[in-house]
């Protein structure tokens, strides 16, 4: 019973490299999320996705892409990376509900410790 | 836009201490809400959850209740241990996606 299972678990990268986050879930979730999570910050969301196929912007997508070709993976892409994308990154899914998943909790990954220098 | 307040932490406690984390919100139309706790080095797992005005969320002997009127989601704990010390985070959750308050982090000692 994996859950949300996100690799990564640490990371350090150069200013400027490139990499991808990667993010699969077993339990048939619609609906996808990366947060990331900086100190005495809460998270903030920075893509999501409906289903397969379908992603959308955050709060804060600067310097990000996600692609979700599969029910089950949703990775997410930082291009160039900046000292201000050093953070941890939460990957998240939930079932659609009612009220257009509304009512519906988040199941969390254990996170990905990123930073860049 | 939809936000969450909560108090600030650290909040430390001894053991068998009445804990109460304040959680207010600002929404348009009728949001579900959520507390999430957060232990050291772990994501994020759901605590509590209450979907619409005098819904009571329990669970772990923690409780709180869908205040509209306060536009209000205050967690209690009548006695906490060692192994509640964790961060926790007030929710709310509008169109599918979830908005978080800051957490509030809970130390408790023996």
């Known amino acids: 019973n994996a859950g949300v299972t996100q690799t990564p678990k640490f990371r350090i990268l150069k200013i400027g490299q490139s990499m991808t986050l990667q993010c699969t879930q077993d339990?048939?979730?619609?609906?996808m999320y990366w947060y990331r999570q900086d100190p005495g910050m809460g998270l903030k969301l920075i893509y999501y996705s409906v289903g397969a196929g379908i992603t959308d912007k955050g709060e804060v997508p600067n310097g990000y892409n996600v692609s979700r070709s599969t029910t089950e993976d949703f990775p997410l892409r930082l291009e160039l990376a900046a000292p201000s994308q050093t953070s941890v990154y939460f990957c998240?899914?939930?079932?659609?509900?009612?009220?257009?998943?509304?009512?519906?909790?988040?199941?969390f990954g254990d996170g990905t410790r990123l930073s860049i220098l | 836009g939809d936000s969450v307040t909560q108090m600030e932490g650290p909040v430390t406690l001894s053991e068998e201490a009445f804990l109460t984390i304040n959680c207010t919100y600002t929404a348009t139309g009728y949001p579900s809400l959520f507390w999430y706790v957060q232990y050291p080095g772990e994501g994020l797992q759901l605590l509590l959850k209450a979907t619409k005005a005098d819904d009571k969320g329990s669970n772990k002997g923690f409780e709180a209740t869908y205040r509209k009127e306060t536009t209000s989601f205050h967690l209690e704990k009548g006695s906490v241990q060692v192994s509640d010390s964790a961060v926790y985070f007030c929710a709310l959750s509008g169109w599918g996606k979830l908005q978080f308050g800051a957490g509030t982090q809970v130390v408790v000692t023996p």
């Open positions: 339990m048939n979730h619609n609906y």
């Open positions: 998240a899914s939930s079932s659609p509900g009612t009220s257009h998943g509304s009512n519906q909790p988040q199941h």
